[in-house]
């Protein structure tokens, strides 16, 4: 079996305002703790690619070169991450044979909430 260590990462409001800063994607309800708390979402957010980063960070960690060079992932974005939240990357293998290793893949806050879940893929 290919074991893929976790990868936890707390995200705070500073940590948020750097991405954002490093993408140029300055949508409010990211960085104005004001605005944000009228949408649904009552806060601030981190952006999605922020979060989903870590997924690529654990299999980077795990494959190397060819995560980057071969890897494929697919996932659904299935709740918020919240700013101060503390994000847990994981994966476990869901299929392994001579073409490669598939895992199911996810990320989880610290109260259990999946808020990333999908499949990565390492081809042989």
Not at 109 to 124: F, K, L, S
Request: aromatic share 4%.
């Amino acid at each position: 079996m290919s074991a893929v260590a976790p990868v936890t990462r707390a995200l705070p409001q500073s940590r948020i305002d750097a991405y954002a800063d490093a993408a140029g994607d300055h949508n409010p309800v990211h960085i104005d703790a004001a605005f944000a708390a009228t949408t649904p979402f009552g806060g601030t957010i981190a952006h999605g690619m922020l979060v989903l980063a870590l997924i690529a960070e654990m299999m980077h960690a795990a494959h190397g070169e060819a995560w980057v060079a071969r890897g494929r992932l697919k996932v659904r974005f299935k709740a918020p991450t919240r700013a101060g939240d503390t994000i847990t990357a994981s994966a476990t293998v869901a299929r392994e044979g001579d073409e490669g290793v598939e895992y199911a893949v996810q990320c989880a806050n610290e109260r259990g909430e999946t808020v990333i879940e999908g499949r990565a893929t390492v081809p042989a």
